[in-house]
């Protein structure tokens, strides 16, 4: 007979660890306690050896879905004589770090109870249990227990309480459990603010104003969402003007598997991803004919699609059946999401007709995850709800807590220490005061959360980053990190592989360059301490800065004077215009110059005659030339040009403004664009090989969300004898600086240098 002490660290909290440790113990027949510690599980278990042995194996082998176990320390204890095993009272401080779990979207089972009309959680859209339901958006501080989530304020009734402490139920210790008696209750408001009905009428309610083709906002779990009726040209047309969101695509939400076959094309892998517990919105190509209105998703062929997660969720749906619900974020333009009430009403005022609300307080907010299948692969593209936080591995040799600021636009920052790195959730772009407070008290929330204090903390090379600029007044020593260097380092260090040497291939928008360009078509070598710059897309100018990156055909004309062609055919709105931006050339007037590969997608798109004429959003025009390739089979290429000078990326468009005036299609001319990256890409990778011999080649940056550009590079580039390494989990747009950040900061440590900005 012996008694061991057990402490589990890792996510052990909000998962339903203990009820699991409880019936583990109970099955070996042994006696002792579970109880949160702080942020860590603790148990103390007594029996024969081997059953003592069998638990402890078993702890770590089947462990809740939701956890993640680190580490199993166990100690040996004197015997008491203990029989029985009991679920203890929580001890430790109540800052003590504990990673709380990502939130996740209800379980079957009570999806099924949801619907049970015999049970009494019948329509109750609160309904969750240790396997399922919010935790980062109500959980408060640690250790992980009701009285420290926003469920504090609704007391549990008899029912509930006997369900929480019943062994044998689902809800053993599930620290989110309601019920209609006891918990958080709905309520729907009209636009003047009054209440037009509470409780499951008010799923009735908001399912005859979406019919009627209002915009109805739901109070969601990680903040507002505005939800029109999918399918009306009306309703979407008045939430893009309400909302100001002139073209970037909304996201829809089928209300079941079947509806969301008929919308877009699913592969097995597109499902898998559609019913995973994090319920993201999957892009996927859309089917001809879907049943969505134009202007939900204009000039694009992919549409963002989800599931229903939440139980409320899941009840709106069932009041629409076979109806597709836009679900955007309740914000203005890019704001970020709205999730407190009173702001909420405030700030969605003017743009939804109505409201579903409820008495459940969130406590921070988070957005829908975005994830893309590519190459059989799905990828990760905004890491938000059902993701974070989720720890993984530290980049190799990290020797020091570091902080990881991220960079501007689709802000994720990191904290790492020599073990870890956690991830925040996504945080949107810090140009918006409410997006950069929010930034600010995460990495408050995150340092509690992982009990990491950072003695550096690693930002961008932009000192106009707002993240940028925090990180350098913390008076703590400052890693300033390339921008695409980052880009790079995150898909390595993704794939544990960044002590490695590597040909990285950087492609994006904007990313400050070390001589001060605006750098994007980057050829890297990684020789697994120091990144080389081996080439780049040549540089053009960039006429007017900012405004390029607004209006694509500035773009056009930039590359069009560079290769001495007709400036004509960029499609400028008028010859005004057009000489106006040519003088900026010649001036170099508020004009930098550029290596972008994003920039270059705007030129190609300009010269097409598909680009936007003002784009509205991030990779607006790219977007538009994707989806006007993405019907075309290949057909042929543009010349490639290796100089001294970098990649001629002018003679690319020089070429396809040939062909638009030669009356070659737009489709044709995009499509022979993408084959173009795609050849350069493999060309670029081959010259690299022939002179280092490095053979490993990894793809990051804005640009590899692109399904030809990343799918194609991948195939053609290991036909060509390369181990490529992609963004998977890990953003590979801005939202994965973070984590090449830190991979930086631990080359720094491997090599034994600091680096002091
Ligand atoms: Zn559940
Ligand atoms: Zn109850
Ligand atoms: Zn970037």
């Not at 969750?128 to 609704?154: K, M, Q």
């Not at 799923?203 to 939800?227: E, P, Q, S, T």
């Not at 694509?552 to 499609?571: E, F, K, S, T």
Request: aromatic share 6%; glycine share 10%.
């Amino acid at each position: 007979l012996i008694r061991a002490a057990i402490e589990v660290r890792g996510v052990v909290q909000g998962v339903g660890f203990r009820p699991f440790v409880h019936a583990l113990a109970t099955s070996h027949r042994l006696g002792g306690f579970v109880r949160n510690r702080g942020g860590v599980v603790e148990v103390e278990v007594e029996g024969p050896n081997a059953s003592v042995d069998g638990f402890v194996r078993r702890l770590r082998l089947d462990a809740p879905p939701l956890a993640r176990v680190e580490d199993v320390i166990r100690t040996a204890r004197e015997p008491r004589g203990e029989r029985e095993f009991r679920i203890v009272e929580s001890a430790g401080a109540a800052d003590a770090p504990a990673i709380v779990p990502p939130d996740i979207a209800a379980c079957a089972a009570c999806v099924d109870e949801l619907f049970d009309p015999r049970g009494r959680r019948y329509r109750y859209p609160f309904t969750s249990c240790t396997a399922c339901g919010p935790r980062l958006t109500v959980a408060i501080a640690g250790p992980y227990d009701r009285e420290r989530t926003t469920f504090a304020a609704f007391a549990m009734c008899a029912e509930c309480a006997s369900e929480y402490g019943d062994a044998a139920d689902r809800r053993f210790h599930a620290q989110t459990i309601a019920c209609p008696a006891c918990g958080p209750q709905l309520a729907a408001i009209d636009a003047r603010g009054a209440t037009a009905a509470t409780g499951d009428d008010a799923i009735a309610y908001a399912a005859d104003r979406l019919r009627a083709g209002d915009v109805v906002a739901i109070k969601g779990v990680g903040g507002y969402h505005l939800a029109i009726d999918a399918r009306s040209d009306p309703a979407a047309a008045r939430l893009r003007a309400r909302k100001r969101r002139d073209d970037k695509p909304f996201a829809v939400m089928a209300p079941d598997l079947a509806t969301a076959g008929a919308l877009v094309e699913l592969h097995a892998d597109e499902r898998v991803a559609l019913i995973a517990p994090a319920r993201p919105i999957v892009l996927a190509r859309r089917r001809a004919g879907a049943a969505v209105a134009g202007v939900v998703a204009p000039g694009s062929h992919l549409l963002g699609v989800m599931l229903p997660g939440s139980p409320l969720q899941h009840l709106v749906a069932a009041a629409l059946p076979g109806v597709p619900l836009v679900m955007t974020s309740g914000n203005r333009s890019d704001e970020p999401i709205a999730f407190a009430d009173a702001d909420a009403r405030v700030r969605l005022a003017g743009i939804a007709d109505a409201f579903v609300v409820h008495d459940l307080p969130i406590h921070d907010r988070c957005d829908d995850a975005v994830v893309r299948a590519v190459g059989g692969t799905v990828r990760v593209l905004r890491r938000a709800r059902g993701y974070a936080p989720a720890p993984i591995a530290s980049p190799d040799g990290l020797a020091r807590p570091t902080l990881a600021v991220g960079g501007q636009k689709k802000s994720v920052f990191g904290l790492a220490d020599e073990r870890r790195a956690i991830a925040s959730h996504y945080l949107g772009d810090l140009d918006h005061l409410p997006a950069y407070r929010a930034f600010a008290a995460a990495i408050e929330r995150y340092q509690q959360m992982t009990g990491v204090r950072p003695e550096r903390v690693a930002c961008d090379r932009h000192r106009d980053y707002a993240s940028t600029r925090w990180a350098r007044t913390r008076g703590l020593e400052v890693v300033e990190v390339q921008h695409h260097t980052a880009h790079v380092l995150a898909c390595l260090a993704e794939h544990g592989a960044d002590a490695a040497p590597a040909i990285g291939i950087a492609f994006d928008g904007t990313g400050y360059g070390d001589d001060g360009a605006i750098w994007g078509g980057e050829v890297l070598i990684w020789d697994g301490a120091v990144m080389r710059r081996d080439t780049h897309l040549a540089y053009v100018p960039m006429p007017g800065g900012e405004a390029a990156v607004r209006e694509p055909w500035r773009m056009a004309i930039a590359h069009l004077a560079a290769a001495g062609a007709d400036v004509d055919a960029a499609g400028a709105p008028g010859s005004l215009a057009r000489d106006a931006v040519l003088a900026l050339i010649v001036d170099r007037f508020h004009t930098p110059r550029t290596s972008s590969m994003g920039r270059l997608f705007d030129a190609v798109a300009a010269v097409a005659g598909v680009a936007p004429p003002r784009a509205t959003f991030d990779g607006h025009a790219a977007m538009a030339l994707e989806s006007c390739a993405a019907g075309e089979a290949p057909s042929g290429e543009y010349p490639l040009a290796f100089g001294p000078r970098g990649i001629d990326a002018s003679a690319i468009v020089a070429a396809a403004a040939a062909d638009a005036r030669a009356g070659v299609p737009a489709g044709v001319i995009a499509r022979r664009f993408h084959s173009t990256v795609v050849a350069l890409i493999e060309a670029a990778c081959r010259r690299a090989r022939a002179r280092t011999g490095i053979d490993r080649v990894a793809l990051s940056g804005g640009v590899f969300a692109n399904g030809i550009v990343l799918g194609e590079s991948i195939e053609r580039l290991a036909a060509s004898g390369f181990g490529v390494i992609a963004h998977r989990a890990v953003p590979t747009n801005d939202g994965g600086l973070w984590l090449g950040q830190l991979a930086y900061a631990a080359a720094l440590d491997r090599a034994g240098v600091q680096e002091c900005a």
